[in-house]
């Protein structure tokens, strides 16, 4: 049987380590032995992502601060996407099987919204979106929620049909997401507001 103090240590370290790996502990979270991350170090993959999504925000899009987010806009032609197939089995969670869905006649742009906090630059997932196209009388020519998607960059995003080319207002309305948030009791929740982003003078080409 362990002696007193080592019991203790054994119940105390599974918690120790729990806590570490959730960030909720007061030293610098690495595990013992463990080499140190420069801070400017990140994987292949996420330095692509960001510079891709620059790269195209800045050729096809803007951005603009929202609350406590930064948020990209690209405009884009219609693109296709995979879903789940109606009624099929098997596939992906449980909602059949993922089929390609090309765009329908009448869309003509790919309209992306990239919600990121502003303070790491992180993109955040699980925003419910709600995109407004407004025209310049300030009609609303189509709304609509935006999807998730895997890319390059996750971004979200739908198809539009605007049948007219000109300049257009895009009104992004973007609800508090729907993950859960670590945080102390008497803390404000991280990005539990919601916030509009709006951009002014979108040129839609009914060309794209």
């Not at 099929?88 to 990239?114: M, S, Y």
């Not at 919601?194 to 839609?204: G, H, R």
Request: hydrophobic share 40%; with cysteine; aromatic share 6%.
């Amino acid at each position: 049987m362990p002696r007193p103090a080592l019991r203790s240590l054994l119940v105390a370290a599974p918690l120790a380590l729990a806590l570490t790996a959730c960030g909720s502990s007061g030293d610098s979270g690495k595990a013992e032995g463990a080499k140190p991350v420069p801070k400017e170090t990140a994987p292949a993959g996420v330095a692509h992502q960001h510079t891709v999504l620059e790269a195209e925000i800045a050729a096809n899009g803007g951005e603009t601060k929202a609350g406590d987010y930064r948020v990209g806009y690209i405009v884009e032609a219609a693109e296709p996407w995979f879903q789940a197939e109606q009624g099929g089995q098997g596939g992906h969670a449980g909602h059949g099987n993922l089929v390609n869905r090309e765009p329908a006649k009448d869309e003509t742009h790919h309209i992306e919204i990239i919600p990121m906090e502003a303070a790491t630059g992180r993109i955040v997932p699980n925003v419910p979106i709600r995109l407004e196209v407004v025209d310049a009388q300030g009609q609303v020519v189509q709304a609509q929620d935006l999807n998730f998607y895997h890319a390059e960059f996750f971004h979200y995003a739908n198809n539009f049909s605007i049948p007219t080319a000109g300049e257009y207002t895009l009104r992004a309305t973007l609800q508090p997401p729907t993950f859960l948030r670590h945080g102390a009791s008497g803390e404000k929740p991280a990005l539990s507001e919601p916030v509009t982003a709006t951009f002014a003078n979108v040129e839609l080409k009914t060309e794209n």
